[in-house]
Structures are given as structure tokens and as C-alpha cells.
């Protein structure tokens, strides 16, 4: 709920000052679950302004953030108790630093006095900060209350100016309720960082590649989130195909001539970025989960340029032959500006490349994709065109990832991409409804949605209007297929399922169970229609 202002702006405590700097850093919206080493934590709470999430689990806490952080563009933030606290989001930590998302997670730790000694305290790890360490891209313990200012500060500098993903603050439980000096005016958020640009030398040796190329190609991932505009505008300058990593989905209206989709996968658009004399990589790792779990990379043929704000991904999987380490809009609207315009014929020959080889992607889906791809588009007319598609690991979001087209950035939030875990989607969901106007669907399995399915208790108490939509095949369907493949004896795949729709309304959700792709529509709009989540149960074929 949203906090009343009356805190005391005198002698304000630790807890107070991390309150009021998180809102001086606009963040609105903390997902945690207090406990007995976060009592003095959350007596800052009151009068911040903040509203605080109870997820009912600390990786639902934590996956909340990461589907509020991809839909907003902001900052996620947990708070998270000592010890299990930690332990419990580290899935959804880990999942966030595979795929770049910033999220901001706040953690108590014992005493002091009582770190390192080993005296069994309550929640108490040896090394609490090495849970973390392997997927996080800054920590910090703090050892007093005075450095609260500058390493929130730091974390937030490294959130917004370079390669993003979790931080994690932890902080004694003797600190939180530690005296600052001053006034909660005297705290301030630190200026966000200006992006870098790159030299017009090197802009003018890009441009010049690329004008002159009769093949170039466009490649987007999830650095590029904020650049959709600048993006289209080159890729029509050059005439250029765009192809989108699944990070990038969206970033590019999919409905555009050019715009090729996330089909990075197949045969036909792998040979058309091979064959290209030019290849522009623009915040894109060219890594095996951009290309649905085809192992080998690309063998260029032509020249490559990358673009991306962390230096050590612009020789990640491939050597490129121009490197650009610098803000991949900055970097997209000043090649636009310096490029020659292809004109009118080029393009219209470029866009009908993208046609056909779209239709050409068709022929090579892999077995089982036919009989679902009814359900694919009944998805696509039941999501509005602004909405978010926010998908689990499961069988229907491995074919929306390819052949369901979405308009505008931070459309598609999905776990299908790196880290890869299972139970991601409703919790994300949930985080990407409460941080943004759009329309939301969640898309998950019968399986994942066991991994946190008590977070539609949260749904219900947001009084979201989310259709969360399972997709039960009666198990681990694509491991079960895999192992068919395989020639392995099936074993661990084929799951006792409960009554979803029965489990929903104990909740005190709606829910409801169709058969037919036909029904997808109707029931949707019914879900948005209502004061609360609503679990469509999908009957897989």
C-alpha cells in the first residue's frame, strides 16, 4: 500500500535516509518480506512514499523486480532478510544478470559484532556476500550507517551508465535504526551519468562500410531497448533487414518491411547475416540463447561492426572488425545522420527479402510447432497492440518467441533467454503490471507455474487485471520431447497436474479452462475486464 508522508525529517534514522534516497532516485515500488532482521528496516517505511509488494516467496520478490525493472526501464528493488532471504532470490538474481536487468536488492546481515565468529546466530551464513558474488554486478556490506549516501550512489551510477544487472547492499541489523546526521532534505540522489558517444572518426569508418555495403544487415539485442526509433530510421536509410536477438523483440515494430523478427534460429536468415558485406551488432552478446539454442555462431562473411556499452562483449563470440564501446542510441542516431541514403527502390527490394525469408523461416519450424501456431495467433488478437507478453520456459512461448510479432520495446519479458529458469513468468508479470499502464498477459506451463504459484496471492491482493495463461501439456513437454529425440526412456517429465482452475478461484482469482484456440479472445477480454487475475487454463494438443 502507498505510505502516508509523516516521517520526522529530524534525526532521521539509517532505515529513513535508504527510504528517502530511493525515492530521490524515483523508484516508487519495493517488493519484499520483512522479517525479525528487517523489523528497523521497515520502520522506515511509513511516510516514504514507497509502496511496498509482499510476494510470498523471496524469488517471487525478486522476479517481481526483474519483470517491473524490463517493463518500466527502471531500477527493480528487493528487500530481503538475512540468510534464506538471499539464498531464496538467487535464482531470480542470476536470471537478471544473464539478460542485463537492473535490480536493486537490499539484504540485512547479522550484527557487526557477530560477522565472521560463527556463533550461530539466527539466518547466519559464513560468507552471506559469496552467495552473490557470481551474479551480481557490484556488492557492498556496508560497515556504517555514513556510507549509506555514496554506495547507494554508486550502485545506482552502475545500474544507469554502463552494462546494467543486480546490485546487492547488504546492511547489519545494527545499522538500520544507526542516527544519520542532518536532515532527510540534506539527502540527495547523485546525478544520472551522461552515456558516452564514440569519435566521428569512427563513426565517419562505420558510416562509410555502410553506405557503400549492397547487403547490410542490422542485428538488435537487449542493449538496445531504448533506440527502437533510431534503429528503424537506420535500418530505412540503409535499406536494411533488421533482425532482433529475443532480448530485442519488439525493440523494432515487427509490423515494419524491414523488421525480420527474433528468427535468428533459422537457416534461411542465419545465411542472409553470413552472406552480408556488412553485419551492424548493436547490443547483442551473438550468443546461443539469441538464436533459440543453435550452437554455432555465425561465420561472417563481410564485415562486422559491434556496438555495446561493456567493452569485453564486443569481442564476446565474435572478433568484429570495426568496435564501437559506446550508448547504443547516441551511437544508431549519429550513423543515421552520417550514412547516404539508399532510396526509395533499395528499400522496397529489401522488404520484399524480409517477406520472403519470414515465409521461408515457416518451412523449417521444428516438429509440433504447426498445431500450435493456431494458438499463437489467437494470442496475438487477444493482446492488445501496446500490450506485454511476459513468457516462461514452455512449450507455446517457444513458437510466440519467433511467430507472434509485437510493435514496440519492452513488449516481450522472457526467461527463455539465458539463465533459462522455470516459474518466472507470473511473478514477472505481476512486476511488469504494476509497473506500467500497458495491458500485461503472463504465458507459462503446468509445470513452471508450480515453481511459484503462490504468487497469484499477490495478483489477488493488487487487484491486478492480469490473464495469466498456463499452457498445460501434462508435464515438462519440451524436455519430454527432447529425450524422445534423444532415444532416451522418458523419465521426470510426465507431471501429476492439480485442478488449475479449482487452485485459481481458492485463491480467490477467476479461472477458467478452454480447449480451443477460438476461446482465447473472449476469455482475455473477460480477464481485462475484471478486478483481479484471472488463470486460463490452455488444453494443449
Not at 3 to 10: L, V
Not at 467 to 491: H, K, T
Request: hydrophobic share 40%; glycine share 8%; aromatic share 6%.
Amino acid at each position: 500500500m502507498h505510505t502516508a508522508e509523516h516521517q520526522d525529517p529530524q534525526n532521521p534514522s539509517c532505515a529513513q535516509v535508504l527510504m528517502h534516497l530511493l525515492r530521490q532516485y524515483d523508484v516508487d515500488t519495493v517488493f519484499g518480506i520483512p522479517g525479525v532482521h528487517t523489523i528497523e528496516l521497515y520502520r522506515g517505511l511509513p511516510g516514504s512514499g514507497l509502496t511496498h509488494i509482499t510476494p510470498r516467496h523471496e524469488q517471487g520478490a525478486a522476479f517481481m523486480a526483474d519483470g517491473y525493472a524490463r517493463a518500466s526501464g527502471n531500477p527493480g528493488v528487493c528487500f530481503l532478510i538475512t540468510g534464506p532471504g538471499v539464498t531464496n532470490a538467487a535464482t531470480a538474481m542470476a536470471q537478471a544478470y544473464s539478460d542485463s536487468i537492473p535490480m536493486l536488492v537490499i539484504s540485512a546481515v547479522n550484527r557487526r559484532e557477530d560477522l565472521g565468529m560463527g556463533r550461530g546466530r539466527l539466518h547466519e551464513l559464513p560468507r552471506q556476500q559469496d552467495v552473490s558474488r557470481g551474479f551480481c554486478i557490484w556488492q557492498h556490506a556496508l560497515t556504517s550507517a555514513q556510507q549509506l549516501p555514496e554506495v547507494l550512489a554508486r550502485a545506482f551510477q552502475l545500474m544507469r551508465g554502463g552494462r546494467p544487472g543486480p546490485v546487492h547492499i547488504e546492511i547489519p541489523i545494527d545499522l538500520f535504526p544507526a542516527p544519520m546526521p542532518g536532515q532527510l532534505t540534506d539527502y540527495r540522489a547523485a546525478p544520472a551519468p551522461s552515456l558516452p558517444g564514440t569519435e566521428s572518426n569512427t563513426i565517419a569508418t562505420a558510416a562509410d562500410w555502410l553506405s557503400s555495403a549492397e547487403k547490410p544487415v542490422i542485428l538488435l539485442g537487449g542493449g538496445a531497448q531504448r533506440c527502437g526509433k533510431a534503429a528503424t530510421e537506420l535500418a530505412e536509410k540503409l535499406a536494411a533487414p533488421v533482425f532482433e536477438s529475443l532480448a530485442a523483440k519488439g525493440i523494432v515494430d515487427e509490423r515494419h518491411p524491414l523488421c525480420g523478427g527474433a528468427n535468428l534460429s533459422f537457416a534461411c536468415v542465419r545465411e542472409r547475416i553470413e552472406s552480408a558485406d556488412v553485419v551492424l551488432a548493436v547490443g547483442t552478446e551473438l550468443a546461443e540463447t539469441d538464436r533459440n539454442l543453435v550452437r554455432e555462431n555465425y561465420q561472417f562473411r563481410g564485415k562486422l561492426i559491434r556496438v555495446d556499452i561493456d567493452p569485453a562483449q564486443l569481442v564476446c563470440n565474435a572478433q568484429p572488425d570495426l568496435a564501437i564501446c559506446a550508448d547504443a542510441g547516441i551511437t544508431l542516431a549519429s550513423l543515421t545522420d552520417a550514412v547516404t541514403d539508399s532510396g526509395e527502390p533499395r528499400r522496397q527490394s529489401a522488404a520484399a527479402e524480409v517477406e520472403s525469408l519470414l515465409h521461408a523461416c515457416r518451412t523449417e519450424w521444428w516438429p509440433g510447432s504447426e498445431e500450435r501456431l493456431p494458438w499463437v495467433q489467437a494470442l496475438r488478437d487477444a493482446l492488445p497492440a501496446e500490450g506485454i507478453l511476459v513468457t516462461d520456459s514452455t512449450q507455446l512461448a517457444y513458437n510466440t518467441n519467433h511467430a507472434l510479432p509485437l510493435y514496440q520495446a519492452r513488449s516481450h519479458i522472457t526467461c527463455t533467454t539465458g539463465y533459462g529458469t522455470l516459474g518466472f513468468a507470473l511473478p514477472a508479470a505481476i512486476g511488469a503490471a504494476l509497473a506500467s499502464p500497458r495491458p500485461v498477459i503472463g504465458l507459462i506451463g503446468d509445470g513452471g507455474i508450480m515453481f511459484t504459484l503462490g504468487e497469484l496471492a499477490a495478483a489477488v491482493e493488487q487487484k491486478l487485471a492480469l490473464p495469466i495463461l498456463v499452457w498445460n501439456n501434462s508435464g515438462y513437454g519440451e524436455i519430454r520431447d527432447f529425450m524422445d529425440e534423444a532415444e532416451v526412456e522418458q523419465e521426470g517429465v510426465n507431471l501429476h497436474a492439480p485442478d488449475f482452475v479449482t487452485l485459481a478461484r481458492a485463491f480467490g482469482a477467476e479461472g477458467c479452462r478452454i480447449d480451443r484456440p477460438e476461446q482465447l479472445s473472449e476469455a482475455v477480454a473477460e480477464a481485462f475486464a475484471r478486478k483481479g487475475p484471472t488463470l486460463i487454463e490452455l488444453t494443449a494438443p
